[in-house]
């Protein structure tokens, strides 16, 4: 299976846990992922995943100067980015069990039922 799909829909919540254990700038947040096994994430790909996430308010930023070049912008994560990762971790583990549970070989799908308003349509 291609990790790359797969990635996308979890990029903001790696970025978030990463950031999350330590304030890490660009490069650091994408070899951490790396390390950690997500060797197929891309330099722009978390580079816009951190400025989005900066935008939404997730991480605050602050510069460090550096002795051997151009000062890094290291990111931090926010009161509202460790809100959002727990709301992550939640739906992760979620999606986890249900998607372990309909690929396991000794599993069958089960219907999922309809609630009791989407057939009987609008009430009146």
Same mark, same amino acid.
């Given at each position: 299976m291609d990790g790359t799909q797969l990635l996308k829909g979890v990029l903001d919540a790696a970025v978030l846990a990463v950031v999350d254990h330590e304030d890490g700038y660009g490069y650091d947040v994408v070899r951490r992922l790396r390390d950690a096994g997500l060797e197929e994430v891309g330099d722009a790909s978390v580079y816009g995943t951190l400025r989005r /996430?900066? @935008?939404?308010?997730?991480?605050?930023?602050?510069?460090? %100067?550096s002795e051997g070049g151009p000062h890094r912008k290291y990111y931090s994560i926010t009161p509202n980015g460790q809100e959002l990762l727990g709301e992550q971790r939640?739906?992760?583990?979620?999606?986890?069990?249900? /998607?372990? @549970?309909?690929?396991?070989?000794?599993?069958?799908?089960? %219907?999922?039922?309809?609630?009791?308003?989407?057939?009987e349509g609008p009430a009146a």
């Open positions: /996430l900066y @935008a939404a308010g997730a991480l605050s930023t602050y510069v460090v %100067p939640i739906g992760w583990q979620r999606f986890s069990e249900t /998607l372990t @549970a309909l690929i396991s070989p000794q599993s069958q799908p089960q %219907p999922v039922p309809e609630s009791p308003t989407s057939s």
